[in-house]
């Protein structure tokens, strides 16, 4: 994949992202912009990863509204904030779930090989976006139709989508949410 660009249209309030991925030896990069409506107005927030090339989060640093989250996880699936403090209530998560953007489903969709009908249980930290509030949730995937693209039955809580992602586990549509325009 090398890098590359994406941009999705948010459907459900209106806006936009551009998502821009690069691949080193070492990492993969992402950097973002989202632009959306909320219940205040209009919000532009700026969100960069650092993933291992197995896609594991490395480092999160979110800025919206002039309020900024900074968070490492570590190995063990343990996360640190940006003063170096553990925060216990994240043990076990692995992926973070952005709310503002489709893209952080391609995290626990690309650590995996999926074989048609199987689900997997994921521990992720929600990201509430623009307060930048965290908590853990569990989220489920299945695989529903694996041909050219990939289709994942999506639940977390009571609520669930199906949703569509490229051969680079990119989501193209996640219907009443976010379609990729570019």
Same mark, same amino acid.
């Given at each position: #994949?090398?890098?590359?660009?994406? #941009?999705?249209?948010?459907? *459900?309030? %209106?806006?936009?992202?551009l ?7 070492? =990492?993969? /990069?992402?950097?973002s912009?989202? #632009?959306t409506?909320g219940?205040? !107005?209009?919000?532009?927030? /700026? ?11 490395k /480092?999160?640093?979110?800025?919206s509204?002039?309020?900024?989250? /900074?968070?490492?996880s ?13 925060? *216990?209530?994240?043990?076990? =998560? ?11 489903n ?12 199987? =689900?997997?249980d994921?521990? #992720? ?8 509030a ?7 995937y299945?695989?529903? *139709?694996?041909?050219?693209t990939?289709? %994942?039955?999506?639940?977390? !809580? *009571? %609520? ?14 996640y219907?009443?949410? %976010?379609t990729?325009?570019?």
């Amino acid at each position: #994949m090398g890098s590359s660009r994406v #941009m999705w249209e948010n459907r *459900d309030t %209106f806006g936009c992202e551009l998502l821009k991925l690069s691949m080193a030896e070492q =990492a993969i /990069h992402i950097n973002s912009t989202v #632009m959306t409506i909320g219940e205040s !107005g209009p919000i532009e927030m /700026h969100y960069q990863l650092e993933l291992d090339l197995k896609w594991k989060i490395k /480092h999160v640093h979110m800025q919206s509204e002039g309020t900024a989250l /900074h968070l490492i996880s570590t190995r063990q699936s343990e996360w640190i904030d940006e003063n170096g403090k553990r925060m *216990d209530a994240l043990t076990g =998560a692995i992926d973070i779930d952005i709310s503002a953007t489709p893209f952080t489903n391609s995290l626990p969709i690309n650590r995996y090989d999926w074989k048609l009908g199987q =689900a997997r249980d994921f521990e #992720m930290v929600y990201i509430q976006v623009p307060l930048m509030a965290v908590r853990k949730v569990r989220q489920t995937y299945i695989l529903l *139709d694996g041909k050219e693209t990939r289709t %994942f039955q999506y639940r977390s !809580g *009571d %609520f669930q989508s199906v949703i569509t992602v490229d051969e680079y586990g990119l989501v193209t549509n996640y219907p009443g949410l %976010f379609t990729r325009r570019y």
